[in-house]
């Protein structure tokens, strides 16, 4: 099976009485693409960023209807773009302890498998604490070096030029995963515990650089909400697969 990596030669292209029968897109670019009169049985999309945009089916736009199942079905999920500190603390909340479920009813023979290339929970409990050091430590506090050396970073990562050198090489134990992991949730609860409505408006500099956008202390509280829910769903879904 052919493998196209780093390419654009398919940018604007029309395809026709094509098939992409039990073909893979990982990390690519599909915005605009138009299909009409295709086979969709079975087709499966998972979208990081679905939810800042649309998609629409049959002349509808499901990203509304995706967002309502996924609250229905992760409860707690709803308060992730709470903008009050009080709302903030709610929603943190609801996101630990969906977490601590989740770590707490999975068998200790699961918690590094996985399911083809998607990260197991070890492993994606390092990438949340990666994520919580880059938007608070980093974003909010604003510390030199923020990163944890057991964090387990995006893929691409060291495309864009970051010091992989940071992490460390050899993987950690799980222990030693459950433990910062800990510290770190503990780090955001009592950032929140204080947070004011001020401190939420002020702005801060992207920490993972790029683009114009600066984003608010409240920004950055909701994309370590979002990283929370969105890990969760693909674990869960894994986990679900793997039992």
Same mark, same amino acid.
């Given at each position: 099976?052919?493998?196209?990596?780093? $390419?654009?030669?398919?940018?604007?292209?029309?395809?026709?009485?094509?098939?992409?029968?039990?073909?893979?897109?990982?990390?690519?670019?599909?915005?605009?693409?138009?299909?009409?009169?295709?086979?969709?049985?079975?087709?499966?999309?998972?979208?990081?960023?679905?939810?800042?945009?649309?998609?629409?089916?049959?002349?509808?736009?499901?990203?509304?209807?995706?967002?309502?199942?996924?609250?229905?079905?992760?409860?707690?999920?709803?308060?992730?773009?709470?903008?009050?500190?009080?709302?903030?603390?709610?929603?943190?909340?609801?996101?630990?302890?969906?977490?601590?479920?989740?770590?707490?009813?999975?068998?200790?023979?699961?918690?590094?498998?996985?399911?083809?290339?998607?990260?197991?929970?070890?492993?994606?409990?390092?990438?949340?604490?990666?994520?919580?050091?880059?938007?608070?430590?980093?974003?909010?506090?604003?510390?030199?070096?923020?990163?944890?050396?057991?964090?387990?970073?995006?893929?691409?990562?060291?495309?864009?030029?970051?010091?992989?050198?940071?992490?460390?090489?050899?993987?950690?134990?799980?222990?030693?995963?459950?433990?910062?992991?800990?510290?770190?949730?503990?780090?955001? $609860?009592?950032?929140?515990?204080?947070?004011?409505?001020?401190?939420?408006?002020?702005?801060?500099?992207?920490?993972?650089?790029?683009?114009?956008?600066?984003?608010?202390?409240?920004?950055?509280?909701?994309?370590?909400?979002?990283?929370?829910?969105?890990?969760?769903?693909?674990?869960?879904?894994?986990?679900?697969?793997?039992?």
């Amino acid at each position: 099976m052919a493998t196209y990596s780093k $390419t654009k030669e398919f940018e604007g292209a029309t395809f026709v009485n094509a098939s992409f029968k039990g073909a893979a897109l990982r990390f690519s670019d599909v915005s605009g693409l138009r299909m009409r009169g295709v086979e969709v049985d079975g087709l499966d999309i998972d979208s990081h960023d679905l939810f800042f945009g649309s998609l629409f089916v049959n002349g509808v736009d499901v990203v509304p209807l995706v967002d309502a199942e996924l609250n229905r079905q992760f409860p707690g999920r709803e308060l992730q773009n709470a903008q009050t500190p009080e709302g903030l603390r709610e929603a943190w909340v609801a996101a630990r302890n969906a977490w601590q479920e989740t770590v707490a009813d999975t068998p200790r023979e699961l918690v590094d498998a996985h399911v083809e290339d998607e990260w197991s929970l070890a492993q994606t409990l390092r990438h949340l604490i990666l994520a919580s050091d880059g938007w608070l430590r980093g974003g909010i506090q604003q510390l030199e070096q923020p990163f944890h050396e057991i964090g387990l970073i995006f893929t691409g990562a060291e495309d864009t030029g970051f010091d992989m050198s940071i992490f460390r090489v050899d993987p950690p134990s799980y222990e030693e995963i459950l433990a910062v992991r800990a510290e770190r949730q503990q780090q955001v $609860t009592d950032f929140l515990s204080s947070v004011t409505t001020e401190l939420l408006a002020d702005e801060r500099e992207n920490p993972w650089g790029g683009g114009d956008w600066r984003p608010s202390v409240g920004d950055c509280v909701r994309v370590i909400l979002e990283e929370e829910w969105a890990h969760l769903r693909y674990i869960r879904r894994d986990l679900a697969l793997l039992r």
